[in-house]
């Protein structure tokens, strides 16, 4: 594993710089007021869900975490810009992550519009799709692309591990990549909180580097002002937001939960075809915001194909893709894998997996 050095260092300062001056300039987000983002009929619980179906879709083709990130961003810009009705909300949600695929996706993995639009069971022609998009790309001035939260989160992670390497040293098979991996669902699940909206990305990928971080080091502070300094955050933000975080991710694991071994393997889907599970999703992927999204907004439930499958390979998509971004060997060669939790499935040749998928014990 190589951690980035003094070279590194500096071009990570560089695209910080480059990020917050892109995200002062673009960044918008929709007000809400009296239970309503204001100015339209569209609820706290809509929104909510309009984010998390999005979410559900992209776990469906198997895009980057990138691309749900930058949907998410295109849609409040939109929403902060506009007064968009309920009933345009599942075509304006639609048309975000279409747009967000052909920014960050490469060309084979995004399916067509209207495989799109029949898979997701949006209910919406191509072509209204197509002329939603024609629409936000002109109240965007087509200017779509802002720093993402995800963005910030790699940038200051690499910050981290470039000044501390040590950190995971206590982990046991833990490398920079599959901790950001871990980040990264703790970040996807405070996305999809409207509390959270209010926040810029750096400000709430920084407080989930901080909570981190107190938890693996008692000399967390010094490294936390320095990217505050660095990031220049605003102390009220980032202490008001730190709360709210620390109550959203209080919820997304269980506590005290028993695990039992299950050496069990499970493969990947054809791109851009759904795997088993309600309604085509895969479940381990719905899961990975921590929250219902097996219940979409605008589709209906189908019934299961399958039992969902365990938690433990929705982290290995992420780390198919941030174990180049540290240069590890012996990282993933697939391109995108199946995604888990903290065990990674082997790959080609690598043997059996040091950490097993785990399952719940079944009751007596």
Known sequence: MKCPGPPESSRLARSLDHALAREARIWKVPVFQNLTLKG?????????????????????????????ALATSILNRLLASVKAQLKYLQCIAISCLVLAAKTNEEDEVIPSVKMLAVQ???????????????????????????????????????MVMSNCPQLLHRLPQMNPSRHVALLTKQLQHCMACHQLVQFKGSTLALVI??????????????????????????????????????????GLQPANA????????QGRPAAGVPGP??????????????????LPLFTPLAPAAAPAPDDTTETDEYYDGFGQLYSEEGGASGGRGPTGGLCLQPGPGEGSSPCPPLQPPEGD
């Open 40 to 68: 339209t009929d569209i609820s706290l619980s809509r929104y909510q869900k309009a984010v998390l179906w999005i979410a559900e879709i992209s776990s469906r083709f198997q895009f980057y975490p990138e691309t749900f």
């Open 120 to 158: 997701s069971g949006c209910k919406r022609s191509p072509a209204e799709i197509l002329r939603m998009e024609r629409i936000i790309l002109d109240k965007l001035h087509w200017d779509l692309y802002t720093a993402t939260p995800m963005d910030f989160l790699d940038i200051f992670h690499a």
């Open 209 to 250: 580097i901080t909570l981190e971080l107190e938890r693996l080091t008692p000399d967390w502070f010094p490294v936390i002002t320095d990217l505050l300094k660095k990031a220049q955050v605003n102390s009220t933000d980032f202490i008001r937001c730190k709360e709210l975080v620390g109550q959203e991710l209080t």
């Open 258 to 265: 028993v695990y039992i071994f299950c050496p069990t393997t």
């Open 277 to 294: 599970g309600p309604g085509g999703l895969q479940p381990a992927r719905s899961a990975q915001l921590g929250v219902a999204v097996g």
